[in-house]
Structures are given as C-alpha cells and as structure tokens.
C-alpha cells in the first residue's frame, strides 16, 4: 500500500479560533495606535479646509492647533495671503503627525512620545477653549496611542528575545 501526498492533520476544531502569535497582536496594536496620527492630521486638514470655505462644522478629532491657525490667517492676516499662510502653517502641522504616525509604525517609541507630548499640548489648548467634546476625543485618542506605545515596548522585547530583524512582521499561526 502506497500513498502519496501528506500524512493527514486533523482539521481544526470549529470553536477554536486560530491563535494568533504574541508579536503579531503586538504588532496590530502597534498600527493601531500609529494609525491615530495618521487620522489626526487627515481630520485636521478637512477641519481647516471645511473652515477656510465657510462651513461652520468640523471633527472633534481635530487638532486645536490646526484651529488656531485658521483664525490666525484669517483674523490677523486677511485675505487670500492669511488663507494661503494658514494652510501651509496646517500641511506642516499635518505633516509633522503623519511622519510620526509613519516612524511609529515602525516601532520607534520616541515618535509615541513626541505625538503624545503633542496631543496632550493639544488638548491643553481645548481645555483653555473649553470644548469639553473635543478634549474628551483627545484623551480617547491619547488612550490608544498610549496602547500602540506599550505594545511597541512589549514588541521590542520579544524581537530581542527571539532575534527577529525589526522590519520582519511574524506569521499568525494556528492551534
């Protein structure tokens, strides 16, 4: 009796989900975290394009500082040159949150650091403002950034542990 092909394996139970390695829920956690850069500076730069065009509606997530500079261009420097000094000051602030959430992806905890001493800046500005909403989506958004920072933490220990290149992201395997 020959046979020819792989000896077989059980299937896996339908209850079991597959298990999912530590370094890859780390990793997704990482992104996570990242990820909400990312969104801040996205959201950011439709709250000043939705201001710039007259529209009295905005995102909580917003950055304050982007706010700020909106009226800035608009109140103190007037006209088409205020609207075009606004935006540049909001691309460079947006810029700044996207390259963290870039580096951040990749597991440097100076950039969790930095985009959370910035989005707790920020959140200082709202409390000062007194926009209690958006206060509350900075301290949610600090949360998960806070999350991403940890799991980064964690992620640099178990590549050390298991001398993983740092760009190498592990498979998920099953039970």
Do not use: C, Y
């Not at 608009?74 to 949150?97: E, M, Q, R, S, Y």
């Amino acid at each position: 009796m020959s046979t020819s092909g792989p000896p077989s394996t059980p299937p896996p139970s339908p209850t079991s989900p597959p298990t999912v390695s530590p370094m890859a829920k780390h990793t997704q956690l990482v992104r996570s975290g990242a990820n909400w850069f990312i969104w801040i500076a996205g959201l950011s730069l439709v709250n000043s394009v939705l201001f710039i065009t007259g529209s009295h509606w905005s995102f909580f997530l917003g950055l304050a500082a982007t706010q700020v500079s909106d009226e800035f261009g608009k109140v103190i420097i007037t006209g088409t040159t205020g609207v075009a000094v606004a935006l540049a000051i909001d691309a460079v602030i947006a810029a700044i949150f996207v390259g963290l959430g870039l580096m951040s992806r990749s597991g440097a905890l100076w950039s969790f650091i930095v985009g959370m001493v910035l989005i707790v800046l920020d959140a200082l500005l709202l409390v000062w403002v007194q926009d209690w909403a958006a206060v509350a989506f900075h301290a949610l958004a600090l949360f998960f950034v806070f999350r991403g920072f940890q799991a980064a933490r964690q992620l640099a220990g178990l590549r050390t542990s298991a001398a993983l290149p740092p760009g190498m992201v592990p498979p998920i395997t099953p039970r």
